[in-house]
């Protein structure tokens, strides 16, 4: 079986088209959680497609594939981290909530920035404190991430800090907290200055 998984990968590594590299992710699926250990060391290659394909199989994977991903989240490659939060993300399993949350402190903005999406797309309210920290981050990237997350979970503590966020110096920021805040319900006038 590890075997017929190297092919696999190694043959998605050379196909560029993409209803190729589709078929082969399909493969992968279907032998599901074997597959899962060599999908996530695959995420090390430099080729950011194949890196996209691989994040595909393990989504589409599901469940078995999440307590390997929450481990990816910990992997010296910032990419692997990436992928992994972007994976987690799209299972949507609140199991991953607490590991994501950690990687909200990660050195790299687009890190941060994909597990606030990813916790976005989880819709926990246990991120609802951590993302209103991230609303702070120094990257505008981070915070429209975070923005967006707390739109997505619609949560009202969200409200007061995303109101704060309407006068960030940085219009994509606004846009985003203010499109949060439609999420939740808010009209303006409820908000005094």
């Keep these: 079986m590890t075997d017929e998984i190297k092919k696999l990968i190694e043959k998605l590594k050379s196909v560029r088209d993409r209803d190729d590299r589709l078929e082969i992710i ?12 060599l999908l996530i060391d695959a995420l090390k290659n430099e080729d950011a497609r194949l890196r996209g394909s691989l994040t595909v ?17 910990k992997d010296e490659d910032r990419e692997v981290r990436i992928s992994a939060a972007k994976a987690l993300g799209d299972i949507r399993d609140s199991r991953a909530v607490k590991s994501l949350i950690e990687v909200l402190k990660d050195e790299y903005w687009e890190v941060r920035a994909r597990a ?10 246990n991120a609802v404190e ?5 609303l702070k981050d120094e990257c505008w990237e981070v915070q429209v991430s975070a923005a967006v997350a707390l739109g997505e979970i619609g949560d009202k503590r969200a409200i007061e800090p995303l109101t ?26 409820n908000h005094k200055d």
């Design 26 to 37: 399909e493969e992968l699926v279907k032998i599901g959680k074997p597959a899962v250990e």
């Design 57 to 73: 199989a393990l989504a589409k994977i599901g469940k078995p594939a999440v307590e390997p991903l929450i481990i990816a989240l």
């Design 116 to 125: 606030a999406v990813a916790l976005g797309k989880i819709g926990d309210s």
């Design 164 to 189: 704060v966020a309407l006068k960030n110096e940085d219009w994509r920021v606004r846009t985003v907290a203010e499109e949060a805040l439609e999420k939740l319900n808010w009209k303006p006038e």
């Design 130 to 134: 951590p993302l209103i920290e991230v």
